[in-house]
T-cell receptor, first 110, second 114 residues
């Protein structure tokens, strides 16, 4: 069956450190992979997109990698801040479908 | 982000009630979506409308009935719901045919079934 797993339900890190979130998938061949941020009581907000033929994408303190051999994407937040605390969702895009993971709740401790 | 607006933000209803959720997008998109988000579960795609026609219906019970009168508005009509239907219902929009573009979400309607 098709499956998307995001590393852990919750991740706590110290302010200033790099947070690394994982998205693993099976039985998909996604053309794109997207990362979203969701705050409590709000809808997901798009952060970054990476294509299947791209290895890495950066935007300010954010970096996404995409390894189609390992079927894995890593999402990094460098110099993390308490304001980065939120739930982060990965989404695979294949065909005309979006498939979302369950999300990882990140808490950055001051 | 105010591009996609959902009303109401919170809704409490009994199992025998009939209510409707509303979604409006101001982004000029031509595809709209309804998702269900339950605790500790991935977003579940319920319905997809492209150019005002329903193109996806993911085995959703008939007690949920979508309506898309135009490309800017989407409704989800609810009747005879069950307690397990309590969840956050999210509306999203995107540009049809552009898989490299993100979906834009509203802030959802928190639905509680008594």
């Amino acid at each position: 069956s098709q499956k998307i797993e995001q590393n852990s339900e919750a991740l706590n890190i110290q302010e200033g450190k790099t947070a690394t979130l994982t998205c693993n998938y099976t039985n998909y061949s996604p053309a794109y992979l997207q990362w979203y941020r969701q705050d409590p009581g709000r809808g997901p907000v798009f952060l970054l997109l990476i294509r299947e033929n791209e290895k890495e994408k950066r935007k300010e303190r954010l970096k996404v990698t995409f390894d189609t051999t390992l079927k894995q994407s890593l999402f990094h937040i460098t110099a993390s801040q308490p304001a980065d605390s939120a739930t982060y969702l990965c989404a695979l895009v294949t065909g005309n479908q979006f498939y979302f993971g369950t999300g990882t709740s990140l808490t950055v401790i001051p | 982000e105010t591009g996609v607006t959902q009303t109401p933000r919170h809704l409490v209803m009994g199992m025998t009630n009939k209510k409707s959720l509303k979604c409006e997008q101001h982004l000029g998109h031509n595809a709209m979506y309804w998702y269900k988000q339950s605790a500790k579960k991935p977003l579940e795609l319920m319905f997809v409308y492209s150019l005002e026609e329903r193109v996806e219906n993911n085995s959703v019970p008939s007690r949920f009935s979508p309506e898309c009168p135009n490309s800017s508005h989407l409704f989800l009509h609810l009747h005879t719901l069950q307690p397990e239907d309590s969840a956050l219902y999210l509306c999203a929009s995107s540009q049809e045919g552009r898989r490299d573009q993100p979906q834009h979400f509203g802030d959802g309607t928190r639905l509680s079934i008594l």
